[in-house]
């Protein structure tokens, strides 16, 4: 890894959808990803969290990844590329950041 650290991208932990009036979500990925950042802290020396806003587009992860690659969470990786779905994203956390794995 680069000096530079991993940036991981999350949604807000609470959002409202205008499709929705009147209820308030979050994003059931992100929220394993807040706690797996919440557990293990110390884990993080290497990351840089970024919380974005539920409406597409979304400026700041379609510069990091692209307009078609707005699914979240995303690890966009210090010495390039990244992966945006859950299970390559903890993967990622594990290789990169030695949190543990998830039990199979």
């Given amino acids: 890894m680069s000096g530079k ?3 991981l991208l999350l949604l807000e932990r609470a959002f409202d959808d205008p499709a929705f009036p009147g209820s308030t979500f979050y994003c059931r990925d992100c929220i394993l990803i807040e706690g797996l950042l919440a557990m293990f802290p110390d884990r993080t020396a290497n990351l840089e969290v970024i919380r974005v806003p539920w409406p597409r587009p979304r400026p700041l992860v379609v510069e990091a990844i692209g307009e078609a690659n707005q699914n979240l969470p995303a690890l966009v990786f210090s010495d390039g590329g990244f ?5 390559s994203l903890l993967d990622a956390l594990h290789s990169r950041h030695d949190f543990p794995e998830p039990h199979p």
């Fill in 5 to 7: 650290p991993d940036r």
């Fill in 83 to 87: 992966v945006n779905d859950i299970n």
